[in-house]
């Protein structure tokens, strides 16, 4: 026995409900760019994707019970944001810092072996900047979204 328009409709019409809650405790919760995105906020996008797979579907779950643990793990992402907000350091404990990896012109090959980033990944980003080679940078830092951050030697200097 297959899928009815009937059923398709139903799980057209509970995918809206989900959208549209999820869109609306986004709103509530507050605003956040992509670009500004950390490890705990993909974290947290993965959880609630798995948390309304089936309530969109034709599996076995409910579409509040999708709703209600998507709800719980938006307000508990919000209010990591708030704790991180007011106790900083609680935010370096649960997604970490940003990490040196050349200083003056000099890469720090212990970092990049302790980060996993390969020699070619830090060459990659220093041409993004439009730099040919490590002596040309003040500092290069490893981002916790894991981007690396490049300031050339002359970044600072004017005229």
């Given at each position: 026995?297959g ?8 799980l057209?019409?509970?995918?809206a409900?989900?959208?549209f ?5 986004y709103r509530v919760?507050?605003k956040?760019?992509?670009?500004n995105?950390?490890v705990y906020?993909?974290?947290?996008v993965?959880a609630?994707?798995?948390a309304v797979?089936?309530a969109m ?9 999708g709703?209600g643990?998507?709800a719980?793990?938006l307000?508990?992402a919000?209010g990591?944001?708030?704790?991180f907000a ?7 404990v649960?997604?970490?810092e940003p990490?040196?990896?050349?200083h ?6 212990d970092?990049?072996?302790?980060e996993h980033?390969?020699p070619?990944?830090?060459?990659e980003a220093l041409r ?5 080679a490590?002596?040309?940078v003040?500092?290069?830092v490893?981002?916790v979204d ?14």
């Open positions: 026995m899928i009815t328009a009937y059923d398709l409709s139903v057209a019409g509970k995918t409900v989900v959208l809650v999820l869109l609306a405790l919760l507050g956040r760019s992509l670009a995105f950390t906020d993909l974290v947290t993965m609630v994707a798995n797979q089936n579907t034709a599996g076995r779950g409910e579409l509040l019970v709703i643990c998507s719980t793990l307000l508990l919000f990591l944001s708030s704790l007011s106790l900083p350091a609680s935010e370096r649960m997604v970490g990490v040196l990896l050349i003056d012109g000099r890469v720090l090959a970092r990049l072996r302790q980033i390969t070619r990944e830090l060459q993004a900047y439009g730099l040919a490590a002596k040309q003040e500092i290069a490893l981002e894991g981007s690396i951050s490049v300031v050339p030697k002359d970044a600072g200097r004017h005229g």
